[in-house]
Antibody, heavy 120, light 108 residues
Framework: QVQLVESGGGLVKPGGSLRLYCAAS????????MTWIRQAPGKGLEWITS????????QIADSVKGRFTISRDNAKNSLYLQMNSLRAADTAVYYC?????????????WGQGTMVTVSS | SYVLTQTPSVSVAPGKTARITCVGN??????VHWYHQKPGQAPVLVIY???DRPSGIPDRFSGSNSGNTAALTISRVEAGDEADYYC???????????FGGGTKLTVL
């Protein structure tokens, strides 16, 4: 079945780095733009960054620009999020999501999320 | 930057109709998507492109979008509809995705 599975979350100290992974299955990964969205504890959804199907185009939120980098490997059906210079405000559940083909910028498939905690 | 405003909470009795709004400047010119999220779960797309339902979403869920307000309407509300609901658009001027702050739907 169509599935996204995130991994790589954990506890990291302020200023540290972490790399998140999203494994896709059940669909042709290379056909879809992909996105990372996060949710701080008890808060709403926050879009972080998106990447086109080929990887040639990326967009990123101002809150993480210069610190986070999205990338993908279509041969491995994998999406990545490199997070550097982490801050306490980056503490959140991070979701990997697929952008629907039938509706640009709607996210029709989501992973279960991976928790990132930034704390000393 | 573009801002979407949602009422923080809406309460409705079972069997009645719930209307959740999303206010943004000239939102009627944008394509609005809606998600619901139950505690401890990932969001689920329930309406896309203002009015369309993904497969598997009951026809009790409908959407509208005009002027400065988009709305998600849930007819014949059930206890299982209790969740947080988020609206979302893509803002072309910033090339960013924007989410509303969310509305908690409580079924009385």
């Amino acid at each position: 079945q169509v599935q996204l599975v995130e991994s790589g979350g954990g506890l990291v100290k302020p200023g540290g780095s972490l790399r998140l992974y999203c494994a896709a299955s059940g669909f042709t990964f290379s056909d879809y733009s992909m996105t990372w969205i996060r949710q701080a504890p008890g808060k709403g959804l926050e879009w972080i960054t998106s990447i086109s199907s080929s990887g040639s185009s990326k967009q990123i939120a101002d809150s993480v620009k210069g610190r986070f980098t999205i990338s993908r490997d279509n041969a491995k059906n994998s999406l990545y999020l490199q997070m550097n210079s982490l801050r306490a405000a980056d503490t959140a559940v991070y979701y990997c999501s697929r952008e629907a083909l039938t509706a640009n910028d709607a996210f029709d498939i989501w992973g279960q999320g991976t928790m990132v905690t930034v704390s000393s | 930057s573009y801002v979407l405003t949602q009422t923080p909470s809406v309460s409705v009795a079972p069997g009645k109709t719930a209307r959740i709004t999303c206010v943004g400047n000239n939102i009627g010119s944008k394509s609005v998507h809606w998600y619901h999220q139950k505690p401890g779960q990932a969001p689920v797309l329930v309406i896309y492109s203002d009015t369309d339902r993904p497969s598997g979403i009951p026809d009790r869920f409908s959407g509208s979008n005009s002027g400065n307000t988009a709305a998600l309407t849930i007819s014949r509300v059930e206890a299982g509809d209790e969740a947080d609901y988020y609206c979302q658009v893509w803002d072309s001027s910033s090339d960013h995705v924007v989410f509303g702050g969310g509305t908690k739907l409580t079924v009385l």
